[in-house]
């Protein structure tokens, strides 16, 4: 049976106790998958493990985009497979996952896009939105049409603009800096961490 609290749009302090308690929101030094510096890193992996935590979390952002009209939802894999699957869910509609394949974003496993289908794009974490946006591309190269962005944590507190309606469970302002102006590398403290599903490949979310 559905918990009562997850009838009800998360509250600030709400979505930050659900992100600190399930051991998501880290401190150290990170590398991010972008490639640039941090002292704080969210591992969504660490909530959405818990399925009462990711119904909650997808329900927010199901519900801001519950009246337009979502035919489907994709998210990049690793970290918008399960997302995507439960905002899918909620919104009584089908979810996919695009992945890399020679270093592009792509649909596979016999994924598809009807021409002027509406849809959502879903993200666990972004930083630069580099991942988002590759995604938003692979939708209009099918012809179908991007009808907004749902993001579990926005990095860029607000700052990232991607054209399209978007929102974010939480928004934060979490510095980050290229690695050669790292305070955290001049000043010798921690070894860097590289904790995302991509790390090795540098490449932007």
Known sequence: MTNAKSNALLT??????????????????FIFTSGRHGDTYMQCA?????????ERLAKHLADHFRNDGIDLVVGPAMGGII???????????????????????????????????????VEDVVTTGGSVREVMEVVRAHQ????????LVDRSNGAIDFGVKQTAVLCMEIPSWEASACPLCREGKLPAERPGSRASQGTAR
């Open 46 to 54: 660490q909530v959405l493990k818990h399925p009462e935590h990711t």
């Open 144 to 151: 179908g049409h991007v009808a907004g962005v749902g993001v």
């Open 12 to 29: 600030r302090d709400e979505s930050l106790d659900i992100f600190t308690s399930s051991g998501a929101l880290l401190r150290g030094h």
């Open 83 to 121: 997302v995507a699957y439960e905002v899918a869910r909620q919104l009584g509609t089908i979810g996919l996952f695009a992945e890399r394949q020679d270093d592009a974003m792509t649909l596979r496993r016999g994924f598809s896009i009807t021409p002027g289908q509406r849809v959502l794009v």
